[in-house]
């Protein structure tokens, strides 16, 4: 059961990342328009952190288990995480902010690196998302 939750998740999250792409360059060969690589990039990423932004709400309680016992409140962390994910998934659909989206991004993903590595050395069943521990 966690292999085909594991597979389905990887799975979901390269087509969101892959489909914007090749849907705009297959589009931009038959209109004779050019290719822009840059928002079939900002699309792909907006899709992928709202799909991540939505398994915040659905899997709550194992995504929670991420972070140390010692952490207080767990829960509203896993929430506030998934509502950050989705403004960063909007910010990437305005034009205007994706310089400043992508920063955002980034610092976001390095300040919780420490909660993937906790779950990695203490073997947490991270709902559909241990796919990320395996690299350690």
């Known amino acids: 059961?966690?292999?085909?939750?594991?597979?389905?998740?990887?799975?979901?999250?390269?087509?969101?990342?892959?489909a914007p792409y090749t849907m705009m360059r297959i589009l931009s060969a038959r209109m004779l328009r050019d290719?822009?690589?840059?928002?079939?990039?900002?699309?792909g990423l907006a899709l992928l952190f709202f799909f991540t932004s939505g398994r915040h709400f659905?899997?709550?309680?194992?995504?929670?288990h991420m972070l140390p016992p010692w952490v207080p409140?767990?829960?509203?962390?896993?929430?506030?995480t998934g509502i950050l994910e989705f403004?960063?998934?909007?910010?990437?659909?305005?034009r205007s902010s994706r310089q400043f989206t992508g920063?955002?991004?980034?610092?976001?993903?390095v300040l919780f690196f420490p909660a993937i590595i906790y779950a990695a050395f203490n073997y947490v069943p991270t709902?559909?998302?241990?796919?990320?521990?395996?690299?350690?």
Do not use: D, K, Y
Not at 1 to 18: D, G, Q, S
């Open 103 to 109: 920063l955002v991004a980034v610092a976001f993903l």
């Open 35 to 43: 290719f822009n690589s840059q928002c079939a990039a900002a699309i």
């Open 127 to 136: 709902g559909g998302h241990t796919w990320v521990l395996f690299i350690f």
């Open 1 to 18: 059961m966690l292999n085909e939750m594991l597979m389905t998740a990887l799975i979901v999250m390269l087509v969101l990342i892959v």
């Open 87 to 94: 403004a960063i998934a909007l910010g990437f659909l305005v």
């Open 73 to 80: 409140a767990r829960v509203s962390i896993t929430h506030a």
């Open 58 to 64: 659905m899997l709550t309680e194992p995504m929670s």
